[in-house]
């Protein structure tokens, strides 16, 4: 039996994960969209193609932006979600390697997408936090 009292880091970090869950999901859902609203199907499957890259990646990358997004969001399967995407964001990076470490540099830099895998990478360690649909805080 766990007797130990309440304290400020075990009471806000399921909270804290939380957040960072949710604004991790919410950031995949808005990529994945706008490749999907605003660059439209055939425009993101052309980018993709101009880089060299097999246009059928382009679908792959926005089903794992938008799922993935709905998941973090949802607390589904976390960590799982948040290694899987890691892969995504490491491709970014890699698109945007010559750019530049600024992601305002002309054609965007490569800082935020492994940033961003950085931030997964922590929420796969930490798991769902509250509100989570298929984990537990504890």
């Known amino acids: 039996m766990n007797t130990a009292q ?3 880091t075990n009471t806000f ?5 939380t957040l960072l869950r949710v604004s991790l999901g919410v950031m995949a859902l808005a990529h994945g969209l706008l490749k999907v609203l605003v660059f439209t199907l055939p425009g ?3 980018y993709f193609e101009s880089l060299g890259l097999p246009g059928f990646l382009a679908y792959l990358t926005i089903a794992g932006e938008i799922g993935g997004g709905l998941a973090l969001i949802l607390g589904a399967y976390t960590r799982w979600v ?3 995407m890691i892969p995504l964001l490491l491709g970014a990076a890699s698109v945007h390697l010559g750019n530049g470490w600024m992601f305002s540099n002309a054609g965007g830099g490569w800082e935020f997408p492994v940033f961003w895998a950085v931030a997964l990478l922590v929420q796969a360690g930490l798991g769902g936090g509250r509100f989570s649909l298929t984990e537990r805080t504890r």
């Open 82 to 84: 948040s290694l899987a």
């Open 44 to 46: 993101t499957v052309a």
């Open 13 to 17: 970090q399921p909270h804290a994960t």
């Open 6 to 8: 309440p304290t400020a």
